[in-house]
């Protein structure tokens, strides 16, 4: 390619054309397989020329996760928009279609669930997964009388994050429109939704690297069978 042509190139790279790159060497060869050189190699272009839209590979990987963030959540609340909106199902459903999600988009799951550069995105609440599962759940608060802990037996070496995490919960339910009694988010309550995700996300995240100690025929009836137990200890059903 001339000088010309490359520069020509260039100009005609768009930053829409550098993620479909990046996400396409996602998708194909892993995290590890998104670099600026690369990205650049596939369009035909220089890498310098990469910097007028990012400023270094993090920042590209940050908004690439941004944009699989948002499409795992887009996905999510077309499967629930024709349930009941009662909080309990919707719920329920959320967990298995991130579980299917994260078995069969591999590789968008390391980088946002399972990678250095991918921070815990529940603890970015303010994101579109983050909001789309704290807003069932708000409604689950709401419509239902859920068995939860105590404040009592909330270890006190962990009140203080939960504390913090709480006020962050509050401000996202409300802007996500769930309207419950604010009173009922306490922390036990809090506890409880922390031990929720956290059993979730590691049940899912044991199954797509199979890490589970033993290897079982039928994963579907053991992630059935979790999601049963969350739901009997909570005084709910898994629907």
Known sequence: MTNTGRRNRERAATDQDIRRTARALLVEQGPEAVTLRAIARELGITAPALYRYYGSRDDLVEHLRADVVADLAAGLAEDIAQLPDEGARQLFAICRGFRHWALTHTKEFT?????????????????????????????????????????????????????????????????????????????????????????????????????????????????????????????????
Not at 112 to 129: M, Q
Not at 139 to 148: E, K
Not at 209 to 231: C, Q, R, T, W, Y
């Open 111 to 239: 980088l946002v669930f399972a990678s250095p550069s991918g921070d815990d995105t529940l603890s970015r609440l303010d994101e579109p997964f983050g909001r789309i599962f704290l807003a069932a759940a708000g409604r689950v608060l709401a419509m239902h009388d859920l068995v939860t802990p105590s404040n009592d037996v909330v270890p006190a070496e962990l009140r203080d994050d939960l504390t913090s995490f709480q006020e962050e919960l509050l401000v996202v339910l409300k802007e996500s429109g769930a309207t419950f009694p604010v009173e009922k988010l306490d922390l036990g309550v809090t506890y409880l939704m922390i031990q929720f995700w956290t059993r979730l996300y590691g049940h899912v995240t044991l199954e797509v690297f199979g890490n589970h100690p033993i290897p079982f025929s039928k994963p579907d009836v053991l992630f059935e069978a979790m999601l049963a137990d969350l739901a009997r200890e909570i005084g709910l059903t898994a629907e």
